[in-house]
């Protein structure tokens, strides 16, 4: 069981927008940044936000991060199939001191 | 641009050591964190711990007992040894830069491509 959780599943289709949710506790979300990141299945997990709400260069600006309390949500706008992904999020907990991740949502572009 | 590259046995003997290296390239080691984090086959992502380029170390508390992280900053490297593996230890390794600062842990990025350890007899 992920110490951050987030729905196994999303989809949309091309064109429309998609939300994927992470929710916490107040010893990881609420009090650390929290980070997103986006596999491909089959190669290694790409960085797509960092503290929070920051893309690194060459994410485009069609993802974006947002945070509220002790959960955190990543959204896709005009959906494409190169979106079709695992999403992870991830934060430092202050009470296990170490790093958690979510289970993981995966992305189906229908 | 910095390149991460896992290497080390893909087969491990259950009771055995598990062993990995991770070289960095195109950058230097110093000043920054760097963790290993694993994922079982068609599971999810699991840190392990990171270490920072001064010999600082920070383990996940289910895996301390049996983790130990080292660099080695004349070779650029820093390495993973696992002990007492089991089959639950058969996963995906990588090796990943992670933050400059403490406030930051959990930035990582780049990655390195993965390397399939399997623990079987």
């Known amino acids: 069981q992920s110490v951050l959780t987030q729905p196994p599943s999303a989809s949309g289709t091309p064109g429309q927008r998609v939300t994927i949710s992470c929710s916490g506790s107040?010893?990881?979300?609420?009090?650390?940044?929290v980070y997103w990141y986006q596999q491909v299945p089959g190669t290694a997990p790409k960085l797509l936000m960092y503290?929070?709400?920051q893309r690194p260069s060459g994410v485009p600006d069609r993802f974006s991060g947002s945070k509220s309390g002790t959960s955190a949500s990543l959204a896709i706008s005009g959906l494409r199939s190169e979106d079709e992904a695992d999403y992870f999020c991830a934060a430092w907990d202050d009470s296990l001191s170490g790093v958690v991740f979510g289970g993981g949502t995966k992305l189906t572009v229908l | 641009q910095m390149q991460l590259e896992e290497s080390g046995p893909g087969l491990v003997r259950p009771s055995e050591t598990l062993s990995l290296t991770c070289t960095v390239s195109?950058?230097?080691?110093?000043?920054?964190?760097w963790s290993w984090i694993r994922q079982p086959p068609g599971k999810g992502l699991e840190w392990i711990g990171n270490?920072?380029?001064?010999?600082?170390?920070n383990y996940s508390p289910s895996l301390k007992s049996r983790v130990t992280i080292l660099v080695d900053t004349p070779k650029n490297q820093f390495s993973l040894r696992l002990n007492s593996v089991t089959a639950a230890d058969t996963a995906v390794y990588f090796c990943a830069r992670d933050a400059y600062s403490n406030d930051y842990i959990g930035w990582f990025d780049p990655w390195g491509q993965g390397t399939l350890v399997t623990v079987s007899s």
């Open positions: 195109g950058g230097s080691i110093s000043s920054y964190y």
């Open positions: 270490i920072y380029y001064s010999g600082r170390t």
């Open positions: 503290r929070n709400h």
């Open positions: 107040s010893s990881n979300i609420e009090s650390n940044y």
